[in-house]
């Protein structure tokens, strides 16, 4: 199995940036593809970006397209989402998720997730 630890959450005002981590364990970093994604309670998990065991190929859901980067160490075992220009929407639990699906952008595509990170952002 592969376990997945995300972390980074944080209170940040509007038009700041905030950086999360995820580290990934259980099987070889580079095998595997790992994406974000959020959750408001209430509503959906909605996917964020994904990136392939590479760091090659990425994928961003428009909604975060020019403002959130996501990238990957794998001799460090990392993953990273920087995050620029948030805006009150970004407000929700983020989750690290992993899979062998390259670039899904769809919660039955991964099979592993952590725990989730809150993000919040003030006006």
């Known amino acids: 199995q592969v376990q997945v630890v995300e972390s980074g959450g944080g209170l940040v005002q509007a038009g700041s940036s905030l950086t999360l981590s995820c580290a990934a364990s259980?099987?070889?970093?580079?095998?595997?593809?790992l994406g974000w994604f959020r959750q408001v309670s209430g509503k959906e998990r909605e996917f964020v970006a994904s990136?392939?065991?590479?760091?090659?190929?990425?994928n961003y859901a428009d909604s975060v397209k020019g403002r959130f980067a996501i990238s990957r160490d794998n001799a460090k075992n990392q993953m990273l989402l920087r995050m620029n220009n948030l805006k009150p929407e970004d407000t929700a639990v983020y989750f690290c998720?992993?899979?062998?699906?390259?670039?899904?952008?769809?919660?039955?595509?991964?099979?592993?997730w952590g725990q989730g990170t809150q993000v919040t952002v003030s006006s």
């Open positions: 998720a992993a899979g062998s699906v390259g670039l899904g952008s769809n919660v039955w595509e991964y099979d592993y």
């Open positions: 259980g099987r070889l970093f580079s095998t595997i593809a």
């Open positions: 990136i392939d065991w590479s760091g090659t190929n990425t």
